[in-house]
């Protein structure tokens, strides 16, 4: 059985998971660099989850957000001798460095990703640092795993690495697959669910409902999540009237409460100015939701079609336009809903996950 570790920064309940499944098929470990206290973006306390075994975090020194030194990885890499070593998180990662050197000493195969790259990945600077970390400085890394089409794209055009594929960060999307498709309604429930920063645009996105439910008052507005503008959207709330009684704030207490949240609301909003991947899409299409979603969501691309699951939407009107869309016609909360299953159950399973990571690396 060949023997795999990842080593990357924050354990999440999705990288646990996955871990789970990956060891049906091999001898599989995941290493932790860091943990949520020390994210610089912030993790709720519901991903603090108990680890199994062949999941843990590792003692690491100089910890300032993601970078950090880990005094024990080496010893730990000859101890466990991995065939293959994935190496994820940010790149700038000690460990990142760490664990490269150690496999290409060993002669030791080597994935980078799910790899994402931000917004300013285009600037002329940052293409030329990119190009310097990972042709230059990493040269040796085997394969690529791209988290999205547009970092596929990225590689392959811009860095023109030797080998990438498209392999996504996953979650366990089964408790969502057992959601019923949606019943159309009177009231449509649209929800936000996931980070509440500047880039993902709530404050927008609840602007805009207003105006939503001034017009009609069929909808409701869930809005799960966390993050550094969440007050600021609750007190908008408050201090209108007619959103406070239109707009809940769901807040989960642990990871198994998210796809009840789900349950309950018939589509997805992702108004963001940009989100690398956006798991949220995935959660809401295995649950049967339809999905308003910016094209600059790159999950999108992969599992929302224009006006046959979704609404793809670039303004604040045209996102005006898709609410109203289903309220005017709800029959639409239910075919939506519909072909969303299709997609998700044809897509979004581990068996489906751990088939195209098996065939990946047999052709590693």
């Known amino acids: 059985m060949l023997k795999i570790v990842y080593i990357t920064n924050i354990p999440s309940p999705y990288q646990l998971e996955w871990a789970q499944v990956l060891r049906k098929k091999f001898e599989a470990e995941f290493w932790f660099m860091t943990n949520i206290k020390n994210s610089k973006s912030g993790r709720p306390d519901y991903w603090n989850v108990e680890m199994p ?18 005094p024990t990885l080496k010893a730990e890499l000859n101890k466990f001798n991995p065939d293959i070593v994935i190496i994820g998180g940010a790149w700038y990662m000690i460990s990142w460095a760490q664990a490269y050197r150690w496999a290409v000493k060993n002669n030791k195969k080597i994935i980078a990703g799910p790899i994402e790259f931000g917004k300013k990945m285009y600037n002329f ?21 791209a988290n999205a089409f547009i970092h596929y794209d990225y590689l392959n055009d811009i860095l023109k690495t030797k080998k990438n594929v498209l392999f996504m960060n996953f979650d366990n999307y ?23 920063s500047r880039r993902l645009r709530v404050p927008e996105l609840i602007k805009v409902f207003e105006k939503v439910v001034k017009k009609y008052n069929k909808a409701r507005l869930v ?16 201090s209108s009237k007619l959103l406070s ?34 798991g949220v899409i995935l959660s809401a299409v295995a649950s049967g939701m339809g999905v308003i979603s910016s094209i600059s969501v ?13 609404f793809i939407i670039g303004d604040d009107t045209e996102l005006f336009f898709a609410m109203e869309k289903y309220i005017l016609n709800p029959e639409l909360v239910n075919s939506h809903s519909t072909r969303s299953k299709e997609i998700g159950h044809s897509a979004l399973t581990f068996d489906k996950h751990l088939q195209d990571f098996s065939q990946i690396i047999d052709n590693l």
């Open 223 to 238: 809005v799960g999540g966390y993050g550094p503008e969440k007050e600021i959207c609750k007190q908008m709330v408050q």
């Open 245 to 278: 009684k239109t707009v809940t704030f769901h807040d989960v207490k642990t990871w198994d409460e998210i796809p009840e949240v789900y349950e309950k609301c018939d589509v997805l909003i992702n108004y963001a100015s940009y989100s690398p991947g956006s």
């Open 125 to 145: 600077s940052k293409i030329l640092r990119n190009r310097l970390i990972f042709k230059i400085i990493y040269s040796k890394i085997d394969l690529y795993l």
């Open 53 to 70: 075994e062949y999941c843990r975090n590792l003692p690491t020194k100089f910890t300032k957000g993601e970078f950090c030194y880990c």
């Open 298 to 310: 790159n999950s999108t691309r992969h599992f929302v079609v224009d006006e046959y699951n979704g």
């Open 174 to 196: 089964s408790p969502y697959l057992e959601h019923k498709v949606r019943e159309v309604n009177n009231v449509i429930t649209f929800m936000y669910g996931g980070a509440i």
